[in-house]
């Protein structure tokens, strides 16, 4: 069994940068892709990016320049670098592993997530 743990958002004004990180536990993801979700009050999750474990980056267009995603494979971590933030971003952010599309269907691991706020 694989536990996410995210950690890392809160409330941030138009503009400002958050740092989310992911810490898996249970078993060494090195193997697995690992990336993240978001959903909007009202809204279906929508991917966001995943990194593969020899770095293959995989993003949408809609975050492409502002949010960045890396990961540490000795430290079974995640990280999501979010700048110049807008409040489109406000929503709950779910670290993943263990898939590589854009439906939330093929992940077989979520954390519990992670509230990022954006004050205009």
């Known amino acids: 069994q694989v536990q996410l743990v995210e950690s890392g958002g809160g409330l941030v004004q138009a503009g400002g940068s958050l740092r989310l990180s992911c810490a898996a536990s249970?078993?060494?993801?090195?193997?697995?892709?690992m990336g993240w979700f978001r959903q909007a009050p009202g809204k279906e999750r929508e991917f966001i990016n995943a990194?593969?474990?020899?770095?293959?980056?995989y993003y949408v267009e809609s975050v492409t320049g502002r949010f960045t995603i890396s990961r540490d494979n000795a430290k079974n971590t995640v990280i999501l670098q979010m700048h110049n933030l807008n409040p489109e971003d406000t929503a709950i952010y779910y670290c993943?592993?263990?898939?590589?599309?854009?439906?939330?269907?093929?992940?077989?691991?979520w954390g519990q997530g992670t509230q990022v706020t954006v004050s205009s």
């Open positions: 249970g078993r060494t993801l090195s193997s697995y892709a």
């Open positions: 993943v592993a263990g898939g590589w599309s854009t439906s939330p269907k093929e992940y077989s691991y």
């Open positions: 990194i593969a474990g020899d770095g293959m980056k």
